[in-house]
Structure formats: structure tokens, C-alpha cells
Nanobody
Framework: QVQLVESGGGLVQAGGSLRLSCAASGRTFGSYAMGWFRQAPGKEREFVAAISWSGGITYYADSIKGRFTISRDAARNTVYLQMASLKSQDTANYYC????????????????????WGQGTQVTVSS
């Protein structure tokens, strides 16, 4: 069993930065690919970024490429999403996901459902 707890969301001005964290419990955290998804009001959930269990492979949505960076710290059982140059369209509830399948599955699967979801953290970007 893996539990995921996100933090780091908040209100930020356009052009600003935030770092989201997703702390995982469970001894097998290192076996899971991790990812971030987001859902804005009235919109479908969308893929943001994913990282392999080793940290060596990453995937990014085109809409955030070059602005967001996903990373993981095995010692802290934590995955991060560093967000820069934030735009109003980045406003959403951001969710962490864990999956034993490869990160390519997170990036490329329609109606994706991971092994585990976090509860989400709200990011609001004011223009």
C-alpha cells in the first residue's frame, strides 16, 4: 500500500514559481513511477509530468515543457514538481500519482488511472 500526500500549492502571481511536493509512504516507493496530473474547474484531468522509478526517464506535457521540472528524492520518498514562469492557465488542482507501470503509460494513456492517487493540492495563478 502506498499513500501519497501533496503539499506546496498556493496563490502566486503570473510569472512566479512554486514547488509542489508529494510525500509517499510505503517501503516500495522506489519501485513506482511517479507523476503529476492537474484538473482545472470544468475541464478534464490532464497529464503534466512523469518520472521513472530510477529518475532517469522523464516525460512532460507540451504545455509545460521548459517551465516545469519533475524530480524525485529516494531518501525522502518524495517527488517534486518545480514550476516556473507560471501562467493563469496553470491554475488547477494538482494530483500526484504512483504506478508500477512505466512512466510512458502515465504520459500516453487516455482515461489513465494509476495504482495510487494523492488528494491534490490547489495552485492558483493570478494574472
Amino acid at each position: 500500500q502506498v499513500q501519497l500526500v501533496e503539499s506546496g500549492g498556493g496563490l502566486v502571481q503570473a510569472g512566479g514559481s512554486l514547488r509542489l511536493s508529494c510525500a509517499a509512504s510505503g517501503r516500495t516507493f522506489g519501485s513506482y513511477a511517479m507523476g503529476w496530473f492537474r484538473q482545472a474547474p470544468g475541464k478534464e484531468r490532464e497529464f503534466v509530468a512523469a518520472i521513472s522509478w530510477s529518475g532517469g526517464i522523464t516525460y512532460y506535457a507540451d504545455s509545460i515543457k521548459g517551465r516545469f521540472t519533475i524530480s524525485r528524492d529516494a531518501a525522502r520518498n518524495t517527488v517534486y514538481l518545480q514550476m516556473a514562469s507560471l501562467k493563469s492557465q496553470d491554475t488547477a488542482n494538482y494530483y500526484c500519482a504512483a504506478d508500477l507501470r512505466p512512466p510512458a503509460v502515465m504520459a500516453g494513456t487516455r482515461d489513465y488511472e494509476p495504482d495510487y492517487w494523492g488528494q491534490g493540492t490547489q495552485v492558483t495563478v493570478s494574472s
